[in-house]
């Protein structure tokens, strides 16, 4: 049976004593280990962290986001991602090896102020981050609701191998599109769907560190009783839930009208 | 010598295509109206040790003016007349694309437009600050920090300035034995008029009053206007490299004067009950 | 600095009617400044002061960043209003060594290698100045980190001690540093129990002086409770702070 104590802490707080395993957001001072970020901490046998619950979006390599294209060089984009870094999208990602500037026109592919979903190729601690949007899923976004959250409470807008976030899109009626950099778009029918799943989206943001919020989540949706579960405030894969989960949780994927790269849709 | 920039803030293509849709039925992303200007907040002497402060919201944005009463030599020209000096600072918490540094042309800009409402508006009647004239006159200064930007720091930053003025205590001087003594009494400062600045904006077609951040990344051009109580304009600057038609302009100005006395209304309210 | 007048009463009352072990009012509000990544206004005493943090962003200009770790910017400014005289808007002198000092006190709490070729960016605005400003500003700054997501290995809080009428005092308000025998800032990591800023001015024998080292840290320990009960509010809506499952 996992022991797993939850605690609320500020930076320099101690989360664990004893020999406890340093996971994230903390640091091993002697025999305790001590949270560096202002969170809820975790320790079980694998190791002591903590969930941290501000912070604005750090890059990570394999990472899904949605970012905004600014400007373009003579070999990538320049884009967004609500970071500290810009991103680059090379031009080779979407033309080929064989792209060239004087016969391909990046300009129609992706302009100023395009949308597009994207997963960070490589970040490391030498460079900026390089996206690519060859996978499924991934490219321009032509339309939809665009809004932020803080990119810490992602993990549980997601939830559960997507169970959140999918509860939301069918209740609403919607398909939402959710970059690990706290940046969503949200596409339904008509403006009450939309509204609804925005709702809810806010409603998680503001009360992610809560106990029994899936339950007020469904209430919001009018969701009926029987389908709710119990759910805990945090879950082990909160930090790991995979790329598949965060953009492609409803089957059914409706046209969303993106390019790759050979431009059918 | 000035120089066009690129735009530091780009609006996401689906935002704009959503902001446009919503202008072209008539409302804002908001949900304002085209010529609706957003709640004003208004939170009078703030800072205890100035002799007047304001700390207003404009929706998101926020600016906090004070007074600070000093005496001084008169302007050259001005032998009979108060001095008055208003600055304005954009904070670099205010806003990411701020850099910390000297004014740049657009705060010299914010500062001398909100001045010029002030003055041509002779809200104060310097005429009545003088001690000795030619020689020895009440100096008034008005500071604006800029806290927050979400648009229309002209508006704001005018409201700041007029409620910190309009609810300062001024010190009262004298003269004794050649020197300049505070009495440590205090009076009311001679008010004539609240000046107020409405600042309208064109996005494709259409004209916008009050612009968020937003909603100034998409802007072509901007125009600001300041009326007095009697309705009359007594300051006017047009900014940004776009361009508004004659009917633009005859109709942006008949807006500041209907909205400016609802804000004038308001912000009497709001001043006297402060 | 000889004191000219006494500034502590018979009945032991300051000018500000504290005793001598008391600090004045502090209160923290957090998340103030929208665009912020993170922020915090302190009301300290009369000073009102805001800390506003931007982090980790890119560095500009781009030359100045580091490739093993990010780079502390620190601007400590005071609004023209926010003194009794009026002051020129321009950077003072005072003002450029505030900003340095205030740097290194905070610096050695971030954890900078988590953040390579990136800035972090600490403002700190006075809006109102009476004594202490850049004790209440460090302390206020450490809220806005904390609130930014800034992975730090402990806050800081500061507080100034004195001398005053001989005695030390803790705490020292705009007219004992004017006035006073003696004023040391100082900033503390409470957990890790390491002193990052010291400044004096003044003059302390060594009784003095390890008696007013005391009492200022004393006194960071107090600051440290209301930085924690704020942060504590705004994100948890509990003021204890500890929850167990």
Known sequence: MQEVKRKYVIPGDIVAEGNMRPLVNVFKNGNSIVATRIGITESNQDGAKVIPLSGIYFPRANDIVIGKILDHSSLSWSVDINSCFAAHLPAQDIFGRDFSPAHDDMGRQLSTGDVIAARIAIFDRTRDPILTIQDKDLGKIPTGELIKISPTRVPRLIGKRGSMIQTIEQASSTRITIGQNGIIVVSGKDKEGTTLAINAIHMVEVEAHTSNLTQRIKQLLNVPESEIESDDAQTNESNETTNQDEINSNNNDKEMGMINSNGSK | ?274 | MVQSRSLIDESGKRTDGRVIDELREVKINVGIVKNADGSALIEFGKNRIIAAVYGPREVHPKHMALSDRGVVRCRYHMSPFSTDTRKSPAPSRRETEISKVIREALEPALILEDYPRAAIDIFIEVLQADGGSRCAGISAASVALADAGINMRDMVSACAAGKVDDKIVVDINDTEDKEGGADMPVAYMPNLKKITLLQLDGELNPNEFNTCLEEAVRGCLKVYEIQRSSLMEKYFGDEKGMKEE
């Open chain 2, 1 to 274: 010598m000035s120089l066009s920039k690129k735009s530091t803030v780009i609006v996401e293509n689906l935002r704009k295509k959503q902001m446009r849709e919503a202008i072209s039925a008539g409302k804002r992303l908001d949900e304002r109206s085209l010529d609706e200007i957003r709640p004003i907040e208004i939170e009078l002497g703030v800072i205890k040790k100035a002799n007047g402060s304001a700390w207003v919201k404009l929706g998101n944005t926020e600016v906090v003016a004070g007074v600070k009463v000093e005496t001084g030599e008169p302007f050259e020209g001005l032998e009979n007349s108060g001095a008055m000096i208003i600055t304005a600072e954009v904070l670099p918490i205010a806003s990411p694309h701020i850099e910390p540094g000297p004014p740049d042309e657009e705060t010299i800009e914010l500062a001398r437009v909100v001045d010029r409402g002030v003055r041509e508006s002779e809200m104060l009647d310097l005429k009545k600050l003088v001690l000795v004239p030619g020689k020895i006159v009440y100096t008034i200064f008005v500071d604006c920090s800029v806290i927050n930007v979400d648009g229309n720091l002209l508006d704001a930053t005018s409201y700041a300035v007029v409620s910190a003025l309009a609810s300062c205590k001024l010190p009262v001087f004298e003269i004794k034995n050649d020197k300049v003594v505070d009495t440590g009494k205090t009076q009311e400062p001679p008010i004539t008029t609240l000046p107020v600045s409405i600042t309208t904006v064109k996005i494709g077609d259409y004209l916008i009053s009050d612009p968020t951040t937003e909603e100034e990344a998409c802007m072509d051009a901007r125009l600001t206007i300041t009326t007095n109580s009697k309705g009359s304009i007594v300051a006017m600057q047009k900014g940004l490299k776009g361009s508004f038609s004659i009917d633009d302009v005859k109709s942006i100005a008949d807006k500041a004067i209907t909205k400016g006395e609802g804000i004038r209304g308001k912000l009497k309210g709001m001043i006297n009950t402060g």
